[in-house]
């Protein structure tokens, strides 16, 4: 038995105090006599009086006991298990990752799972949930009929992106049909975390993989260098030819050595604007993640400075591909226009949604308080992990004088006594503020800070950025209520600005994908996630399965309300009892009686 509220159960310490109170309570019986002289139960009615007496057998005290104890255990919502009939509820959780695409089983993984699926569906004659366990785990079909959930099945594809089997199979476990626990069946490639009340089928056989995991571009002297990191996830070594492409022209044709389970990171050098494909052909398995991009120079990025003008600050900008305009005051017109709007020690003024570069000044749009300044702060930390930061050394940079900022929120990416770079991203926003400007610093003369402005410019246009399948796209809406999404397939998705942004929950495909919003197109590259490269397939331990089969056969039964009416039927026997007791007073006789 199972309890669904075991906290109620101590409300049973209500039955010792309806003891005690059976005990306190006085008794009295009604004696029509002729003479106090008469009077012989006078001892009776002292007995009566007295503080504690022994417990007297008594149907209604037995009663009440049992009503209470019944109530008190329905409030415990109490659960048994029962052998389950031929229409238990079953949940489906299939998994579409990357790794399903691979084909050592024939046509692929993920339809050998789909069609092992459907005939476990078709086995079953109770309601089944089937559960895609993708990026965002999700229900594609509530509790419906064999036939419904099949149909269902059939219109599912594997992604690009790992998945998040966990949390799918803990979404599945929380189901409930009719009020009882379903069966939990999982069709994967892997298992890292068993579930005993689980059953998983697991498919797959090889683990020879290659791919392309990222292409990253980053400034030069010289123009653009292009890194094409390759991984081999074989047990033993495997040799690729690699071939590099921009906008179609071939730029790079080589033959790449790789040691098992290695990674070889391959410079390109590249010269001009457009899509740069990297392509390997290992002949393996999966070939999803044979491909990578990067979008170079995609579009000029629009740049506003307002306030103090700062040439060095503007030859940054143009050195890292943007188009530069310089205003004195706010314009809103400009600003509506721009990709990114620079302040620079300017009054503190409220921001529309966009992109902005706030130096030495703040806004009351921002969680960040400014308690006056500090004067020669020290950088002591700065952040490794944020893209900004990415081969960003400050560390022998001198700072004259910073605001004293104290943020609520959003991160900080360098910091001494007092944070003197932050970052937030949120409520429409997307904003960077430096405590100081150009003037009170060195950095212009480091070799950091040419580094610290294109990284600052992408992450804050989002220009040339490369993701993850399966990470979200997140883009400020600036003004705009819609935008149009087209996919590496064609596929065309029209989004809604929510909070002042366009969200994509999850980017499944890899490839190139284009957003348009007002009048303007925003493309980006969507890679090759890391996690998914291994494709080994890991299949559970034979004691998880039969347990999960042990299990699977029971469903829960809640015997709350059955406690419920027992109560009640018990209250009302009790009730009448009492009023059966309640012998009413007759009228006085003529001979005195004495009731014994």
């Keep these: 038995m199972t309890f669904g509220a075991p906290a109620a159960l101590w409300f049973l310490a209500v039955l010792p105090v309806i003891v005690l109170l059976h005990m306190?309570?006085?008794?009295?019986?009604?004696?029509?006599?002729?003479?106090?002289?008469?009077?012989?139960?006078?001892?009776?009615?002292?007995?009566?009086?007295?503080?504690?007496?022994?417990?007297?057998?008594?149907?209604?005290?037995?009663?009440?006991?049992?009503?209470?104890?019944?109530?008190?255990?329905?409030?415990?919502?109490?659960?048994?298990?029962?052998?389950?009939?031929?229409?238990?509820?079953?949940?489906?959780?299939?998994?579409?990752?990357?790794?399903?695409?691979?084909?050592?089983?024939?046509?692929?993984?993920?339809?050998?799972?789909?069609?092992?699926?459907?005939?476990?569906?078709?086995?079953?004659?109770?309601?089944?949930?089937?559960?895609?366990?993708?990026?965002?785990?999700?229900?594609?079909?509530?509790?419906?009929?064999?036939?419904?959930?099949?149909?269902?099945?059939?219109?599912?594809?594997?992604?690009?992106?790992?998945?998040?089997?966990?949390?799918?199979?803990?979404?599945?476990?929380?189901?409930?049909?009719?009020?009882?626990?379903?069966?939990?069946?999982?069709?994967?490639?892997?298992?890292?975390?068993?579930?005993?009340?689980?059953?998983?089928?697991?498919?797959?056989?090889?683990?020879?993989?290659?791919?392309?995991?990222?292409?990253?571009?980053?400034?030069?002297?010289?123009?653009?260098?292009?890194?094409?990191?390759?991984?081999?996830?074989?047990?033993?070594?495997?040799?690729?030819?690699?071939?590099?492409?921009?906008?179609?022209?071939?730029?790079?044709?080589?033959?790449?050595d790789l040691p098992p389970a290695m990674t070889v990171a391959i410079p390109v050098s590249v010269r001009g604007r457009g899509v740069l494909r990297a392509r390997i052909n290992p002949h393996d398995a999966l070939s999803a993640d044979d491909a990578g991009y990067a979008v170079i120079g995609d579009s000029p990025v629009r740049v506003l400075v307002l306030g103090e003008r700062d040439r060095t600050l503007e030859t940054a900008f143009q050195a890292a591909g943007a188009d530069v305009t310089v205003a004195r005051a706010p314009d809103a017109a400009l600003m509506a226009q721009a990709d990114l709007v620079v302040l620079n020690r300017t009054p503190a003024v409220n921001l529309p949604p966009g992109n902005y570069l706030l130096l030495a000044t703040t806004s009351p749009d921002l969680p960040l308080a400014v308690d006056g300044a500090v004067v020669s702060p020290h950088i002591l930390r700065s952040s490794g992990s944020h893209p900004v930061m990415r081969f960003v050394d400050l560390r022998d940079v001198v700072i004259g004088r910073t605001l004293a900022m104290h943020p609520r929120g959003g991160e900080t990416l360098a910091e001494g006594e007092v944070p003197l770079i932050w970052a937030y991203q949120g409520a429409g926003l997307r904003a960077m503020v430096w405590g100081f400007a150009l003037p009170e610093s060195d950095l212009a003369v480091h070799p950091a800070f040419p580094i610290l402005v294109h990284n600052a410019l992408s992450w804050l246009t989002g220009s040339g950025s490369v993701y993850e399948a399966g990470q979200p796209w997140i883009v400020p809406a600036r003004g705009q209520a819609q935008a149009v999404l087209l996919g590496p397939d064609g596929t065309r998705h029209v989004l809604a600005a929510r909070g002042g942004q366009f969200v994509v929950p999850a980017l499944e495909r890899v490839g190139i994908y284009t957003l348009q919003v007002g009048g303007r197109s925003h493309r980006i590259a969507v890679n090759p996630a890391p996690a998914a490269v291994d494709i080994t397939p890991g299949r559970p331990p034979l004691p998880a399965s039969s347990v999960a089969t042990a299990v699977a056969s029971q469903h829960g039964v809640g015997l709350a309300p059955a406690l419920l009416i027992v109560t009640l039927l018990v209250l009302l026997v009790e009730w009448t009892l009492w009023l059966r007791r309640l012998a009413p007073l007759g009228p006085a006789t003529s001979r005195p009686v004495i009731r014994r």
């Design 24 to 256: 306190l309570r006085t008794r009295r019986h009604d004696v029509r006599i002729s003479s106090v002289l008469l009077w012989q139960r006078a001892r009776e009615d002292v007995y009566a009086h007295a503080p504690l007496r022994r417990v007297q057998r008594s149907l209604l005290l037995l009663l009440q006991l049992l009503a209470a104890s019944a109530l008190v255990l329905a409030l415990a919502r109490p659960g048994v298990m029962v052998p389950s009939g031929g229409g238990q509820a079953t949940v489906v959780v299939i998994d579409v990752s990357v790794r399903m695409q691979a084909t050592d089983v024939a046509p692929s993984r993920f339809e050998a799972a789909r069609a092992e699926a459907a005939a476990e569906i078709a086995r079953g004659r109770g309601p089944v949930m089937v559960v895609r366990a993708g990026p965002q785990p999700s229900a594609v079909t509530g509790f419906v009929s064999p036939a419904a959930a099949r149909d269902a099945l059939a219109s599912l594809v594997a992604t690009d992106a790992p998945s998040q089997l966990e949390r799918a199979v803990t979404f599945a476990l929380g189901q409930r049909a009719d009020g009882g626990r379903p069966r939990v069946v999982v069709f994967s490639d892997h298992v890292s975390t068993l579930s005993p009340s689980v059953e998983y089928r697991v498919v797959g056989q090889s683990n020879r993989n290659v791919a392309i995991t990222a292409v990253r571009v980053e400034p030069t002297p010289g123009g653009m260098e292009a890194i094409v990191q390759v991984h081999n996830a074989s047990k033993s070594a495997e040799r690729v030819p690699l071939t590099v492409a921009l906008d179609g022209v071939q730029i790079l044709s080589r033959t790449v």
